[in-house]
C-alpha cells in the first residue's frame, strides 16, 4: 500500500509561485504519479502525470508552460512547481499513483493523498 502525504499549499497573489510536495511511503519505478485539483463548483481534473521509471509527462493545456512536474526518487517525493499562478488556479491539490493507470482522468488511481488548499488572488 502507498501513502501519499501533500504539502506546499497557501495564498498568494497572482503571478506567484507555489511548491507542491508529496510523499509517499513507499515507491518504485513503475508507478504512475499524478497531480489533480478540484475548485468549488467544479469537478476534479488532471494537472500533470508523469511515471516514476522515466518517460514523458503529461499536462493539461490550462496549465502548460507555467507547472512542472518532478520527482525525487531518493526521497520519494513528487513534487508540483507552480509558476505565474492565476486565479484560476485556486483549488484543492491533491496527488496520487498508480501501477497502471496514467491518465490525466482521475478515476482509475488507486493511492490518494488528502489535498492541500491553493488560493490565487488577484
Known amino acids: 500500500q502507498v501513502q501519499l502525504v501533500e504539502s506546499g499549499g497557501g495564498s498568494v497573489q497572482a503571478g506567484g509561485s507555489l511548491r507542491l510536495s508529496c510523499v509517499a511511503s513507499?515507491?518504485?519505478?513503475?508507478?504512475?504519479m499524478g497531480w489533480f485539483r478540484q475548485a468549488p463548483g467544479k469537478e476534479r481534473e488532471g494537472v500533470a502525470v508523469?511515471?516514476?521509471?522515466?518517460?514523458?509527462?503529461d499536462y493539461a493545456d490550462s496549465v502548460e508552460g507555467r507547472f512542472t512536474i518532478s520527482l525525487d526518487n531518493a526521497k520519494n517525493t513528487l513534487y508540483l512547481q507552480m509558476s505565474s499562478l492565476k486565479p484560476e488556479d485556486t483549488a484543492m491539490y491533491y496527488c496520487?499513483?498508480?501501477?497502471?493507470?496514467?491518465?490525466?482522468?482521475?478515476?482509475?488511481?488507486?493511492?490518494w493523498g488528502q489535498g492541500t488548499q491553493v488560493t490565487v488572488s488577484s
Open positions: 513507499t515507491l518504485d519505478s513503475h508507478y504512475w
Open positions: 508523469l511515471y516514476t521509471g522515466g518517460g514523458p509527462t
Open positions: 496520487a499513483a498508480d501501477r497502471y493507470w496514467g491518465r490525466l482522468e482521475s478515476s482509475g488511481y488507486k493511492y
